[in-house]
C-alpha cells in the first residue's frame, strides 16, 4: 500500500504547548500536503512542501520534508483549543495521477 | 472567490435508489477529485477528472459508480443502486493545474446515508 501513516493516532495537549505529528510514505513523491479537518466538516490546507524542499512555515506552523526517510513532521507551536481537529498527511507520488494519497491522521486534542 | 462548492450537503437514500453528487471547482480550476471518507478513517481517492476528461479512475468502484465533469456546470459523481456501504462522506477538491505543483481545495461533502 502507499498510504501515509500518521503517528501518533492520537495526542492530547494543554494550550500553550506544542503539539508535534508525524508521517510517513512508501514510495517516492512529487510534494507532501498537510490538512486538518474538524468533526463532520470539509479539510482545510495547511501547508504543501515539495520535494525538494526540506522545511516550510506559515504562521505558528512549522513542517518539514525528509525523503530519505520518507517521512514528514508537522509542529504546531503555542497551541490553542481551536486547533483541536484531526490532521492529516497526503501525498502525490512521483509516476502518478495527481491523486493525494492520504494517511489515517492523528486526532489532536488541546485543552484549554 | 468563492470556494470548492458542493451540494447537496447531506443526502438520504433508500437501497437501490441513485445518488447524485454534485461539485463546482474553485474559478479557474479545472482539475477536479473526488475522494470517500468513512467513519474515522482517512480519505480514500476515487476519480481524477478534468474537463470533459476521465484522467484517472482507479480508486472507482468497477460498478454502480460513475463520474463527468462537462464543458458546462459541476462535476457530478453518480452512484446507482445504493448499498448501506456506500454511506459516508464524499469530498470534491479542485486544483488550477497538474504537474504535482499545486494544492488541492476540498468542498464542505457531502454526507449519504443509504437507509
Known amino acids: 500500500s502507499q498510504q501515509g501513516e500518521e503517528d501518533p493516532q492520537a495526542l492530547s495537549i494543554q494550550e500553550g504547548e506544542n503539539a508535534t505529528m508525524n508521517c510517513s510514505y512508501k514510495?517516492?513523491?512529487?510534494?507532501l500536503q498537510w490538512y486538518r479537518q474538524n468533526s463532520g466538516r470539509g479539510l482545510v490546507h495547511l501547508i504543501l512542501i515539495r520535494s525538494n524542499e526540506r522545511e516550510k512555515h506559515s504562521g505558528r506552523l512549522r513542517v518539514t520534508l525528509d525523503t530519505s526517510k520518507k517521512s514528514s513532521s508537522l509542529l504546531i507551536t503555542a497551541s490553542r483549543a481551536a486547533d483541536t481537529a484531526s490532521y492529516f498527511c497526503?501525498?502525490?507520488?512521483?509516476?502518478?495521477?495527481?491523486?493525494?494519497?492520504f494517511g489515517k491522521g492523528t486526532k489532536l486534542t488541546v485543552n484549554p | 472567490n468563492a470556494g470548492v462548492m458542493q451540494n447537496p450537503r447531506h443526502l438520504v437514500r433508500r437501497r437501490g435508489q441513485e445518488a447524485r453528487l454534485r461539485c463546482s471547482p474553485m474559478k479557474g480550476h479545472s482539475h477536479v477529485y473526488w475522494y470517500r471518507q468513512l467513519p474515522e478513517e482517512g480519505l480514500k481517492f476515487m476519480v481524477y477528472?478534468?474537463?470533459?476528461?476521465?484522467?484517472?479512475e482507479s480508486g472507482m468502484p468497477k460498478e454502480r459508480f460513475s463520474a463527468e465533469f462537462p464543458k458546462e456546470g459541476p462535476s457530478i459523481l453518480r452512484i446507482q443502486q445504493v448499498v448501506r456501504g456506500d454511506s459516508a462522506a464524499y469530498f470534491c477538491?479542485?486544483?488550477?493545474?497538474?504537474?504535482?505543483?499545486?494544492?488541492?481545495?476540498f468542498g464542505p461533502g457531502t454526507r449519504l446515508t443509504v437507509t
Open positions: 514510495t517516492s513523491i512529487n510534494n
Open positions: 477528472l478534468q474537463k470533459e476528461n476521465i484522467i484517472d
Open positions: 477538491a479542485s486544483s488550477p493545474g497538474s504537474g504535482g505543483r499545486y494544492e488541492q481545495y
Open positions: 497526503a501525498t502525490v507520488h512521483q509516476g502518478g495521477s495527481e491523486k493525494l494519497v
